[in-house]
């Protein structure tokens, strides 16, 4: 079936301008999560949804960066007024409903690389 | 709070070696330990997991890793190196205790075969 996608793959922008970065996880899946990786780093937490709520948010840098979930399928991160410092690749990985008895795996997608000029 | 330690961000064998790639954690409770690969410009892929069952997992493509607790650590082996083994590898733990399950990746080690 198909992985988790994310659009577009690239986005170069420049600063101070508006960026929407889009997810579409895998069917079914209940949990998504946003990591951000910047050059020569490992993933980095942002926020995570259970449904349509984000149950964890403790990782976005600031209020520039938001994002929803209105349906419970399909994520989008907002990032007002960027900045070269966002410039990294977002990732979107999806799973699997958490819980403390089984762990159910995070499938990623390719990643948006955002350039911030 | 937890993190992850890969220690080497480059390492470089030869095909046929030996690859180890070292990663130790800390975390207050026992946590899950994982290891990803990622190829260039592609999505990152679990190679395997500790989840509180065996101690010595195995993984795709013939990698497995040790949970040592007494050394806090998760390396990662395989005994033999393959040219499309070279990748970048993350070590990443999470708290199962949390509530949900985000990841807290280390910085990541590129390996390097050499033919």
């Known amino acids: 079936g198909a992985g988790v996608s994310q659009t577009p793959s690239n986005k170069v922008t420049e600063k101070g301008k508006y960026v929407e970065l889009r997810c579409d996880p895998i069917?079914?899946?209940?949990?998504l999560y946003w990591y951000r990786q910047s050059l020569g780093q490992g993933p980095e937490f942002l926020i995570y949804?259970?449904?349509?709520?984000?149950?964890?948010d403790s990782g976005l840098p600031n209020d520039r960066f938001f994002a929803v979930r209105p349906e419970g399928s399909v994520s989008t991160l907002k990032i007002q007024r960027t900045e070269r410092g966002d410039s990294a690749v977002y990732l979107c990985?999806?799973?699997?409903?958490?819980?403390?008895?089984?762990?159910?795996?995070?499938?990623f997608g390719p990643g948006t690389r955002l350039t911030v000029l | 709070a937890q993190s992850v330690t890969q220690l080497g961000s480059h390492v470089s064998v030869s095909e046929g070696a030996l690859v180890l790639l070292r990663c130790n954690y800390s975390?207050?409770?026992?946590?899950?330990l994982f290891w990803y690969v990622q190829y260039p410009n592609q999505g990152l892929q679990l190679l395997l997991k500790?989840?509180?069952?065996?101690?010595l997992v195995k993984g795709i493509n013939g990698f497995e890793a040790e949970f040592k607790k007494s050394e806090t650590s998760f390396h990662l082996t395989k005994p033999s190196a393959h040219m499309s083994d070279a990748a970048e590898y993350f070590c990443?733990?999470?708290?199962?205790?949390?509530?949900?399950?985000?990841?807290?990746f280390g910085t990541g080690t590129r390996l390097t075969i050499i033919p």
């Open positions: 990985a999806s799973s699997l409903i958490p819980s403390a008895s089984n762990y159910n795996e995070q499938f």
């Open positions: 990443a733990v999470s708290d199962p205790n949390f509530g949900n399950e985000k990841l807290t």
């Open positions: 500790y989840t509180s069952a065996a101690t």
């Open positions: 069917s079914g899946h209940t949990a």
């Open positions: 949804f259970q449904g349509t709520g984000a149950a964890d």
């Open positions: 975390s207050s409770v026992p946590p899950y």
